[in-house]
């Protein structure tokens, strides 16, 4: 007997939502523990509680408009789940990728852009496909917008507004 499992992400569960928050907390607050580690500065917390959950919450608008547009059946908390999840399993990447970095020269960015920005497609489209039910071409089309609204977010954030913090 052939077993039919649904893949899609189940975003109903309070345990996936408590459990995401949860671990995007304990990771931001480790992000900001590394950025005094390796600048001596102090973070900016507001810098900390804004900038990562907005960028996200760009990203996910961005990718939501383009599947509305596009037909797909994806829903607003599956994007958001996906990118929410990707990013802090990425945070952890760009944390090490620093600590790599200030421990044997200044971070120039170098391991961001060779590890951290492809790392974080590959696995946002995983997502996308695996429990996002999209295929593989509208995957890499979504992600491309989730990068876009979030760097819109960002920069609107940490240069219009002027929320930064030593480190990141």
Excluded: H
Excluded at 112 to 124: D, E, S, T
Excluded at 129 to 143: D, K, N, P, Q, T
């Amino acid at each position: 007997m052939k077993s039919s499992q649904d893949s899609r992400l189940v975003t109903q569960s309070r345990g996936l939502w408590v459990a995401l928050f949860l671990l995007f907390v304990v990771i931001m607050i480790l992000t900001m523990l590394k950025d005094l580690w390796l600048t001596t500065e102090e973070p900016n917390v507001l810098f900390y509680i804004f900038v990562p959950i907005l960028s996200v919450l760009g990203g996910v608008l961005c990718m939501y408009g383009v599947s509305r547009v596009s037909g797909q059946t994806i829903t607003f908390l599956t994007l958001f789940a996906i990118s929410l999840g990707t990013n802090t399993l990425m945070q952890i990447v760009e944390n090490v990728t620093k600590i790599i970095y200030y421990l044997v020269w200044e971070y120039p960015g170098f391991l961001y852009i060779v590890f951290v920005i492809p790392l974080g497609f590959l696995f946002l489209g995983y997502g996308l496909v695996r429990w996002g039910i999209v295929s593989r071409r509208m995957a890499v089309i979504l992600a491309m917008f989730d990068f876009v609204g979030s760097m819109v977010t960002a920069i609107l954030l940490t240069d219009v507004i002027g929320l930064t913090t030593p480190g990141s």
